[in-house]
T-cell receptor
């Protein structure tokens, strides 16, 4: 079975500082995609960053970057220069490569609070 | 690009009524749409996957006669909660994907908060 684990239910960071959110997953697949989604209080799910498993280079998107360790099945999200607007629930998600019915498997989420 | 609109954003209705929620991809064609349910402070639970022109594929434990899904066009999918009861109260979120393959990311709507009295 494919699972995604986020071991940090809640985290807090001071504005302008850096925070890292953890995510591990379990799969027997070799090709897959990993995502981080953000859900602010408005409840809309927003794609933060995406990583293809076949790419060794870690994905970056402005202040957001990932540390993808395929052998360890780890996919952490680093947020640099944290802003108040980063306050949200963050979900790590996994989907196997290709296939019409492959679905996103979500972790349980990490609630991040950015403090002024 | 990749905007998904969900309507209504909030609905309150009496027990026993049916409620229809619409999910539209505004600036792209979505071959595949997904419906999720989310309880407070919990993750998203996939209810069903629908491909345009086909019957929806429901996850285990989701009653297909209770949650009717129609994906009649490449830009619109609807979820109808039939004979809704208080236990159906929840936050429902749809997402849309351009192609049938998981190579493409899912784009999410704003969600619908359903409250059954």
């Amino acid at each position: 079975a494919q699972t995604v684990t986020q071991s940090q239910p809640e985290m807090s960071v001071q504005e302008a500082e850096t925070v890292t959110l953890s995510c591990t997953y379990d799969t027997s697949e070799n090709n897959y995609y990993l995502f981080w989604y953000k859900q602010p209080p408005s409840r809309q799910m927003i794609l933060v960053i995406r990583q293809e498993a076949y790419k060794q280079q870690n994905a970056t998107e402005n202040r957001f970057s990932v540390n993808f360790q395929k052998a360890a099945k780890s996919f952490s999200l680093k947020i640099s220069d944290s802003q108040l607007g980063d306050t949200a629930m963050y979900f790590c998600a996994f989907t196997p490569y290709g296939g019409a019915t492959n679905k996103l498997i979500f972790g349980t989420g990490t609630l991040l609070a950015v403090q002024p | 690009g990749a905007v998904v609109s969900q309507h209504p954003s909030w609905v309150i209705c009496k027990s026993g009524t049916s409620v229809k929620i619409e999910c539209r991809s505004l600036d792209f064609q979505a071959t595949t749409m997904f419906w999720y349910r989310q309880f407070p402070k919990q993750s998203l639970m996939l209810m069903a996957t629908s491909n345009e022109g086909s019957k929806a594929t429901y996850e285990q434990g989701v009653e297909k006669d209770k949650f009717l899904i129609n994906h009649a066009s490449l830009t619109l999918s609807t979820l109808t909660v039939t004979s809704a009861h208080p236990e159906d109260s929840s936050f429902y979120i749809c997402s849309a994907r351009r192609t049938a393959s998981s190579n493409q990311p899912q784009h999410f709507g704003d969600g619908t908060r359903l409250s059954i009295l």
